[in-house]
Structure formats: C-alpha cells, structure tokens
C-alpha cells in the first residue's frame, strides 16, 4: 500500500493535501504540532471515508531536533513526503533576532533536511518516490518586512533543485510547489484594508483556497508525474510573477 507522510497535516493547506492523497488512495501519516483535535476530526473523517487506507497520526515540534529519529522510527515504509508546516515572522529585518533567524531556518530548512536524511532509504524502495515542498511564491519573488521567511522558503527551492539531482537515479522526485496568497490560518490576522490592497496586488484578484494548492501536491505525487523533478510551481492567481 502507498503511504505517505504529510507534514503540517494540521493546518489548512496539509489537511486539504492529506484529504487529496487519500481520495487518490493513499494511506498517510499525518503529522501535527499543536492542534492535536483537527488531527483527531481529521484521523475520524479520513478513516471513516477510506476503511481499506491506514491513517496515524504523528505529533513532532519541528524545532526540536531531537524528536526527528522517533518520528523516523514510528514511520514502516513510506513513498512519498510532502512538508506542509510552516510559520512566517511579520517586521523590519532590523527588528528580527537571532532566535527568530535560527527558529525559522530550523523550521523550513534544516528540519525536513534531517526528515529526508533519515527517511531516504526507505523512499528510495519504491523505486518511484517523491517530495514535494509547500513552498512560498516570496521564496522567488522575496517580500520586505518577510525578509527571513522569503529566504528560508528560497532555500527550500534552491535545496529541490540540488538534491532532485542526487537522487534522481534512485527513482526520487524533488518539486516545490509556491503558493501564493492563500485564504488560511497563516493570513487571518489581515484586517480588511489590507485585505483589499493584497487583493489588488493580485491579477485573478482573490485569495487562493487550500484546495488549489493540494491539486498541485496530489498531481506530483502521481505515478504519471515521474519525469517532473527540480522545478517550482508558482500557484499565486499570476500575483509576483
Ligand atoms: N497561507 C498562505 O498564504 C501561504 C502562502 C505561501 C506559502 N504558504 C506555506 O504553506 C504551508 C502551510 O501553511 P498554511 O497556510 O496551511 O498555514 P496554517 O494553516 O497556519 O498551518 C501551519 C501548520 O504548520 C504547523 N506548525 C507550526 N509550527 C510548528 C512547529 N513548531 N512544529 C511543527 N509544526 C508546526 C502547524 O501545526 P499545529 O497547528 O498542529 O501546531 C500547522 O499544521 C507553510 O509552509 C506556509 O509557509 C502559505
């Protein structure tokens, strides 16, 4: 059975990933922090639509570096990883610590290179593996008072376009795919006014839905997407491109 490990599960973009992994017929291990009743509501609605699929859930603080090997261990055998957690820091790079620097580097870079690291021989079986990044369109574009945010989701692309070469002759894709303004938890702090001018900003004028991010992320991780490796895809309604 395939099974894949979707990070951030508990958030609006990784829930509407795991909801179309399953539909495709994938058994998941979904992963959580905080919010361990979404994961609950999620585990039951999943479980209950897709009996024949296995579903667990998994809870790891990605800025502890400690929790990576019990998470690598829980996990049997694994085909896919998609990283769909995340969190930005919102101010002037003046303002910015060295704490914030290192929590979001951890957090974005470093931890789903430990996660790969301890998990790439059992994706490697498959002969037909695949990770994708739920990047940022501010990883290509960049954004003032996002400074850090925009450089560690760059780092994620650039670290897809290094590492799809050197696992390509295991059978791994490596894709990024970079959202642009999506309707979620991330932006509910926007008041109204800077709802509107974002909305300007942006061609299709609107927000994005977590549904058409996850499209992008169930097609990558179809068997028929197997010659797609190293790229980004920008899915931001044409905003900063
Ligand atoms: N929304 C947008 O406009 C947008 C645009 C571009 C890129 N993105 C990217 O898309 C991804 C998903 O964002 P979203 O909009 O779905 O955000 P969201 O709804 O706020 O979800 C954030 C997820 O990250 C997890 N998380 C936060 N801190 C964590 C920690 N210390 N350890 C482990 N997990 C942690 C949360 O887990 P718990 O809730 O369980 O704590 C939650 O599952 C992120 O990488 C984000 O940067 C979003």
Same mark, same amino acid.
């Given at each position: 059975?395939?099974?894949?490990?979707?990070?951030?599960?508990?958030?609006?973009?990784?829930?509407?990933?795991?909801?179309?992994?399953?539909?495709?017929?994938?058994?998941? @291990?979904?992963? @959580?922090?905080?919010?361990?009743?979404?994961?609950?509501?999620?585990?039951?609605?999943?479980?209950?639509?897709?009996?024949?699929?296995?579903?667990?859930?998994?809870?790891? #603080?990605?800025?502890?570096?400690?929790?990576?090997?019990?998470? $690598?261990?829980?996990?049997?055998?694994?085909?896919? +990883?998609?990283?769909?957690?995340?969190?930005?820091?919102?101010?002037?790079?003046?303002?910015?610590? *060295?704490?914030?620097?290192? #929590?979001?580097?951890? /957090?974005?870079?470093?931890?789903?290179?430990?996660?790969?690291? $301890?998990?790439?021989?059992? +994706?490697?079986?498959?002969?037909?593996?695949?990770?994708?990044?739920?990047?940022? +369109?501010?990883?290509?574009?960049?954004?003032?008072?996002?400074?850090?945010? *925009?450089?560690?989701?760059?780092?994620?692309?650039?670290?897809?376009?290094? @590492?799809?070469? &050197?696992?390509?002759?295991?059978?791994?894709?490596?894709?990024?795919?970079?959202?642009?303004?999506? #309707?979620? !938890?991330?932006? $509910?702090?926007? #008041?109204?006014?800077?709802?509107?001018?974002?909305?300007?900003? +942006? =061609?299709?004028?609107? /927000?994005?839905? =977590?549904? &058409?991010?996850?499209?992008?992320?169930? !097609?990558?991780?179809?068997?028929?997407?197997? @010659?797609?490796?190293?790229?980004?895809?920008?899915?931001?309604?044409?905003?900063?491109?």
């Amino acid at each position: 059975m395939k099974a894949a490990l979707v990070t951030g599960a508990s958030g609006d973009i990784g829930a509407s990933i795991a909801r179309g992994l399953a539909r495709s017929g994938w058994s998941l @291990y979904l992963h @959580y922090h905080s919010n361990q009743e979404k994961i609950r509501l999620l585990l039951s609605e999943l479980q209950s639509a897709y009996p024949e699929q296995e579903f667990y859930p998994l809870r790891l #603080d990605l800025s502890d570096e400690a929790g990576v090997s019990a998470l $690598a261990e829980s996990i049997f055998s694994l085909q896919a +990883i998609v990283f769909a957690h995340g969190k930005t820091e919102y101010g002037l790079l003046q303002d910015m610590t *060295s704490r914030q620097m290192d #929590d979001l580097w951890k /957090m974005h870079v470093k931890m789903p290179i430990l996660i790969i690291q $301890a998990l790439q021989d059992k +994706i490697a079986r498959s002969r037909n593996g695949r990770i994708v990044f739920i990047s940022s +369109i501010y990883g290509e574009a960049g954004s003032g008072l996002e400074v850090l945010y *925009s450089t560690v989701k760059g780092a994620q692309i650039a670290f897809v376009k290094a @590492y799809s070469k &050197e696992v390509a002759s295991l059978g791994i894709t490596v894709n990024a795919v970079c959202p642009g303004a999506i #309707d979620t !938890q991330m932006n $509910a702090h926007l #008041d109204n006014d800077e709802k509107e001018a974002l909305l300007e900003e +942006i =061609p299709l004028g609107r /927000m994005g839905e =977590p549904d &058409e991010i996850s499209f992008w992320a169930v !097609q990558l991780l179809k068997e028929n997407s197997r @010659y797609m490796t190293g790229q980004s895809i920008c899915v931001s309604g044409g905003w900063l491109r």
